[in-house]
């Protein structure tokens, strides 16, 4: 494999063999790009779907397989410092990043009548203040003249209401804005900033009612797989996507609310 200049990108939130975190991983390793990972299994066990503590191993081996460097580190990115902690690991595991994806989030279901502080901070923590934090650190270290990137994860919360979700829609709508402003803020540095709302995507948490309900909503008559987004940021961290940032792309297959 030709590497892509030995370029090294940072995924956020790759717990789990069938999420998005992963399949972004697989398409930049295929592609040839180095790979950082980060994982936080406390969270993930808390979920619906579970998961198995030796993914985050096993996804490392599997990358490996592709001719590229691969390293990862469990970090839980609600703490204080957890952005100095990530980037004193990939620099000195792998070198410079040039790819920061902020695919970690913090989801739980609440609405008006249940959403508590601790909870909303919580939501915070993770989607608004780790998200600014990693960017701004990443955007700080960078040093070259072009081809750095940023791609924020979001959720389509200006396509429609969000029911039941009131934690989540109210810090990712943060994350849209977040995402024009850095745009903006970066582009002299070469830097772009874009995010990606994958829509309803099938990693695991979807019972068979979810699906059965959700099919009609797509046009290609199939739900969001994981890779249909990951093949989207393979391309935004291109060099042929340089002129593309400050945008919100709803990757989501044409699902209609």
Not at 46 to 66: A, C, H, Y
Not at 97 to 116: E, H, K
Request: aromatic share 8%.
């Amino acid at each position: 494999m030709t590497l892509i200049k030995d370029k090294i990108a940072i995924i956020t939130g790759a717990s789990r063999l069938k999420g998005i975190g992963a399949a972004i991983c697989r398409e930049l390793a295929e592609a040839g790009y180095h790979i950082f990972f980060t994982y936080w299994t406390d969270y993930d066990k808390e979920m619906p779907w579970r998961i198995e503590l030796d993914e985050p191993m096993k996804l490392k081996e599997e990358l490996l397989q592709k001719g590229v460097k691969v390293s990862f580190m469990e970090l839980d990115l609600s703490i204080h410092n957890a952005a100095q902690q990530l980037f004193n690991a990939v620099i000195e595991q792998l070198g410079f990043p040039d790819i920061l994806i902020n695919n970690a989030a913090y989801s739980t279901n609440n609405d008006f009548s249940s959403l508590t502080a601790e909870e909303l901070d919580k939501h915070y923590m993770v989607n608004v203040r780790a998200t600014t934090l990693l960017s701004i650190h990443f955007a700080q270290l960078f040093s070259k003249k072009s081809g750095g990137r940023i791609v924020n994860l979001t959720s389509g919360q200006f396509q429609g209401p969000m029911p039941g979700e009131l934690a989540y829609a109210t810090t990712k709508g943060a994350v849209d804005a977040l995402t024009i402003t850095l745009s903006a803020e970066l582009a002299s540095l070469g830097i772009t900033v874009n995010a990606i709302n994958p829509g309803p995507t099938d990693t695991g948490w979807m019972t068979e009612t979810i699906k059965k309900d959700l099919l009609p909503l797509f046009p290609a008559g199939r739900i969001g797989e994981p890779k249909d987004v990951a093949k989207t940021i393979k391309f935004l961290v291109s060099d042929e996507a340089e002129w593309i940032t400050g945008q919100i792309i709803h990757s989501e297959g044409g699902f209609r609310r």
